[in-house]
C-alpha cells in the first residue's frame, strides 16, 4: 500500500548485503509497528498542513522509523503481495485495540524503530532517509483526487 512502493527502493540497494536489519523483528510485528507510526505520521502531517511546520523534523523522524521496519521486512524476503496483506491485516487489528494500547505500541515501534535505524548501514540509512523524504513530501502535499 502506502510504503509498499518503499520496499522496491529498498531492493536495489540492500537485496544482497547482510545487515542488522535483516535479522530484525518479524512481518507481522513490522506491519504493526507501520500501522501504528502511520497515525502518527497522519496526525503529523494534518498540523502541517493547518500551519503548524515546527512538527516536520518529528514528522520525518517518525516516517524514517517505519520505513526502517519496511527495510528490515524487505531484507526477510516480504514483497509486495504479503507486505500488503500483512499491513492491511495490522491496519485492521489496530483499530480493535484500545487507545493506550495503541500509544504503549507507537511508543514501543518509535524506539525499536530508531534502533534498526542506528544498526542499518550506510547504504541501507540512505535509502531509508530517501524513501522517507519522499513519503513526507507526499504526506505534506498530497495530490487532490477527482
Do not use: W
Not at 542506528?118 to 507526499?138: D, G, L, P, S, Y
Request: with cysteine; proline share 3%; hydrophobic share 45%.
Amino acid at each position: 500500500m502506502r510504503y509498499v512502493s518503499a520496499l522496491l527502493l529498498f531492493a536495489a540497494s540492500a537485496i544482497s548485503l547482510p545487515s542488522a536489519l535483516a535479522a530484525g523483528p518479524t512481518p507481522q510485528h513490522s506491519a504493526e509497528c507501520v500501522a501504528a507510526l502511520e497515525v502518527e505520521a497522519q496526525t503529523m502531517a494534518d498540523r502541517y498542513r493547518s500551519g503548524d511546520t515546527d512538527v516536520e523534523a518529528e514528522l520525518i523522524r517518525r516516517v524514517q522509523q517505519g520505513f526502517a521496519f519496511i527495510g528490515t521486512a524487505y531484507l526477510q524476503g516480504v514483497r509486495d503481495a504479503e507486505a500488503d496483506r500483512l499491513l492491511k491485516a495490522a491496519e485492521a487489528a489496530q483499530k480493535e485495540i484500545s487507545v493506550a494500547e495503541l500509544s504503549a505500541r507507537q511508543a514501543a515501534c518509535r524506539s525499536e524503530g530508531a534502533r534498526l535505524l542506528e544498526k542499518a548501514n550506510a547504504i541501507e540509512r540512505a535509502f531509508v532517509m530517501k524513501a522517507a523524504q519522499r513519503r513526507v513530501e507526499r504526506l505534506k502535499h498530497p495530490r487532490a483526487t477527482s
